[in-house]
């Protein structure tokens, strides 16, 4: 049956994700801890980055070996079959790197390009959310149990937080004056604003109502599979951007740069932000 075996993706998904987070763990806030680039200063990985996605492939590939995979470090593994695994090992990595507990393991899966699970695990916290046919998810290692999801926050600027890395250095390649007035006028508009160094975290506290909205730019795929779904699945707003314009939802988790809130929170001068800076030229990523 399609519900059976979407929940036994689900059961592996989690469960790759929690062994990753364990292995992960292994090397948070080691003072020996090697940090290497991968493209510029803002790009980093380290040897956890790499051993985490693998055991999530090695996971992957043993229970369904046609699978293709999309993953942050690897790159893409062709596959037969109908499954696409995003895999994001650690996001977060910067945060990680430096001991800051804001970093996530993000497993998003399609079938036939339709997403129909999502995993968010946070080691550091024991928070894992999830999603599928059957609802979202939170699973606090304090009390144990799933949670439904159900977002909810404010709609008022004046009285909402954003998540809002922005403007990162990416993005005051095109138009940085233009970047920096709209930043200013975020600080004046909106209660909070916070910069937390993982999409898939500001994604998760989204749908669990911790969070009213979030906006990026320049994503991936496996930066955003799985929180756009369990977005969605927990009654929240999850909208892509390219050239100005919304995405159809259908496969919105391909496009390169993202809008995502509360039930009812669209925030004007955010959109505006978004239909301005989705129109940059994207940058030519390296082949393999």
Not at 2 to 14: N, Y
Not at 94 to 105: D, E, T
Not at 152 to 167: E, I, K, M, Y
Not at 228 to 234: D, E, S
Request: glycine share 10%; aromatic share 10%; proline share 6%.
């Amino acid at each position: 049956m399609p519900g059976d075996e979407t929940h036994e993706i689900t059961a592996l998904a989690i469960a790759a994700a929690r062994e990753a987070g364990a292995l992960a763990l292994e090397g948070f806030r080691a003072r020996d801890l090697r940090v290497d680039l991968k493209g510029d200063i803002h790009d980093q990985v380290t040897a956890y980055d790499r051993a985490a996605e693998a055991r999530i492939r090695e996971r992957i590939l043993d229970a369904f070996p046609d699978s293709a995979i999309v993953g942050e470090e690897d790159g893409a593994h062709a596959g037969s079959g109908p499954l696409t695994w995003y895999v994001d090992p650690i996001d977060g990595t910067a945060n990680f790197a430096r001991g800051i507990a804001m970093w996530a393991v993000s497993i998003g899966v399609a079938r036939g390009g339709e997403m129909i699970a999502g995993v968010i695990f946070d080691p550091a916290n024991d928070q894992l959310f999830w999603a599928d046919d059957r609802g979202a998810f939170l699973r606090d290692g304090l009390r144990g149990d799933d949670e439904p999801l159900r977002s909810w926050g404010r709609t008022d600027p004046s009285q909402a937080t954003v998540a809002l890395n922005f403007p990162l250095a990416r993005d005051l390649v095109h138009r940085p004056e233009l970047a920096l007035e709209q930043f200013s006028a975020v600080t004046r508009s909106f209660a909070q604003v916070r910069g937390l160094g993982s999409t898939c975290i500001a994604l998760a506290w989204i749908a669990a109502g911790w969070l009213d909205v979030t906006v990026s730019f320049e994503t991936n795929p496996w930066d955003v599979a799985a929180g756009a779904f369990i977005i969605r699945r927990a009654g929240g707003i999850y909208r892509g951007y390219r050239d100005g314009a919304i995405l159809p939802e259908a496969h919105d988790y391909l496009a390169p740069h993202y809008y995502a809130a509360i039930p009812d929170g669209d925030f004007e001068l955010l959109h505006e932000i978004m239909r301005t800076q989705s129109r940059r030229p994207l940058p030519v990523r390296p082949a393999g």
